[in-house]
């Protein structure tokens, strides 16, 4: 059997998928080709001769991709962090933006007193997030709520699967985070709360990737993109313990307006305004702060048990 180039496939591919409105076309060549072959992308300059059958098989996948299925979808799988987790038809593809939000919630962690910490992921999707977290802090106590049936069945899928890979397994949930009465045994218990919840804006312009592939229900948030967020913050409010902290990805149109929502509860403070790579809005995070009542309350009660003591 003949072997050809896979430099010229590549050039190849990445002409085609530019061709067809693929922004990030060399690099999906190139990860397709690695996906393939079984190498990291870095490697693919080691690999100078393919085989016929390994080009035809390559030009089926770059088929695909140029008819703006999403990568992840091809590939069967999304990173996030030190773990991948399966995608597919019904389920949000997690993006490399949220590698920020996971970044903040993990140096959150490393300053957390609280053994073990106990964290809640919203709208968890395919799990990514939850997952990752339990991943990097096997001490964490990581539970995780998701409306959506079809996603909830990924989530499942995926942390079985890092369960039998040695993670501390997390507990999922099935209900929706803006209501009023789910899980009210973590009340006042949780020390960190992540959420990448739908926020966009109904109406928006997205690339066929999206528009065509994630499920409509793990976007949009109504006419300004903050329907799902906004009763959140409520459970939010209830769920944290006092000193703990909460990241919450947004639309880059509504970082001012999000940190706005914490900044208009008294029990919220340190509200800060985190950007992505690109300089563009992208997570708000705040902490839970004690009201007067609460912190009498708290003195009261410490008072009480150096008097016991």
Request: overall charge negative.
């Amino acid at each position: 059997m003949s072997r050809l180039p896979l430099r010229l496939a590549l050039i190849d591919a990445t002409r085609h998928l530019e061709e067809a409105g693929v922004r990030s076309a060399r690099a999906d060549a190139e990860l397709l080709a690695a996906h393939l072959l079984g190498v990291e992308r870095t490697r693919l300059g080691l690999v100078p001769l393919v085989d016929e059958s390994m080009i035809d098989a390559y030009e089926k996948m770059v088929n695909q991709r140029a008819k703006r299925i999403p990568l992840q979808y091809i590939l069967g799988t999304a990173a996030m962090g030190d773990i991948d987790v399966e995608v597919g038809p019904g389920v949000f593809v997690p993006r490399p933006e949220t590698e920020l939000l996971l970044g903040w919630a993990l140096a959150s962690l490393a300053g957390c007193d609280q053994r073990p910490p106990v964290v809640l992921d919203l709208c968890t999707g395919s799990g990514a997030l939850a997952l990752a977290i339990a991943n990097a802090r096997p001490d964490a106590v990581v539970h995780a709520v998701e409306l959506e049936p079809n996603a909830l069945s990924w989530a499942r899928r995926n942390a079985g699967a890092r369960e039998q890979a040695g993670d501390t397994p997390i507990r999922l949930y099935q209900g929706d985070v803006t209501d009023r009465t789910l899980l009210a045994g973590l009340e006042g218990c949780v020390d960190l709360i992540v959420a990448n919840p739908p926020y966009i804006p109904e109406g928006a312009e997205l690339e066929p990737e999206v528009a065509e592939h994630d499920p409509h229900s793990a976007l949009f948030a109504g006419p300004d993109g903050l329907s799902v967020i906004k009763p959140m913050i409520s459970n939010v409010a209830r769920w944290l313990r006092i000193g703990g902290a909460v990241g919450i990805e947004h639309d880059d149109s509504n970082g001012a307006a999000v940190a706005a929502l914490f900044e208009s509860r008294r029990v919220f403070g340190d509200v800060a305004e985190h950007p992505d790579l690109a300089g563009k809005p992208r997570f708000v995070v705040a902490r839970r702060i004690a009201t007067a009542i609460e912190a009498q309350r708290a003195e009261l009660r410490s008072e009480g048990e150096r008097m016991s003591g």
